[in-house]
């Protein structure tokens, strides 16, 4: 097919950029040619799949961006410009709607269950750990009260004056009052 197609005849999407103002980037190109394709327009290919633009193109294009500098949506600037009336639009953004999801990737979802399935089980070990770090808390917190305790003891014996002893007491044992 793409042996078919005269170079001269087509630009790439590059040039196109350049040529129509709201469009900017290849991204914004490619979001823009996505949705006409989903509405049924087809674009050539070249030799490497990637879509190549015909005159025709470019006044579509270029149609479409008037519109969007009207404020019209990217999806309605697409029906004007297809010439689609709402009943079309709506049936052919059914039929494309329709289309997608009926692929469903399998892959993905066992990866995402994967995935999940990993999250569950560090969570578990997260849950293990907080658990771990409470009970030593717990045990701190008890360490911490005693060592208060034994600490206001102490702070206790040290601010009551020792009981004097006598001159007698220190030097024979017992108090000359005793005796008497």
Do not use: C
């Not at 079309?88 to 289309?99: F, R, V």
């Not at 020792?162 to 008497?180: L, M």
């Amino acid at each position: 097919m793409a042996k078919d197609i005269k170079a001269d005849e087509y630009i790439t999407g590059s040039e196109v950029v350049n040529k129509v103002d709201r469009i900017g980037s290849l991204a914004t190109l490619g979001n823009w040619a996505k949705e006409m394709e989903r509405m049924g327009h087809k674009f050539q290919h070249d030799g490497r799949g990637r879509r190549i633009y015909s005159e025709d193109d470019m006044k579509l294009l270029q149609q479409m961006n008037d519109l969007l500098g009207d404020r019209h949506t990217l999806k309605q600037a697409v029906d004007v410009t297809l010439g689609l009336t709402d009943k079309e639009a709506a049936e052919k953004s059914k039929k494309a709607d329709t289309k997608s999801p009926a692929v469903v990737d399998t892959k993905m979802f066992e990866a995402q269950n994967k995935d999940l399935s990993e999250i569950k089980e560090m969570l578990a070990q997260v849950v293990k750990q907080n658990q771990q770090y409470h009970d030593e808390n717990v045990k701190l917190q008890t360490q911490i009260s005693e060592l208060t305790d034994v600490t206001k003891k102490n702070a206790q014996l040290l601010q009551e004056p020792p009981k004097k002893k006598s001159w007698w007491q220190r030097h024979f044992g017992s108090d000359e009052t005793d005796e008497a």
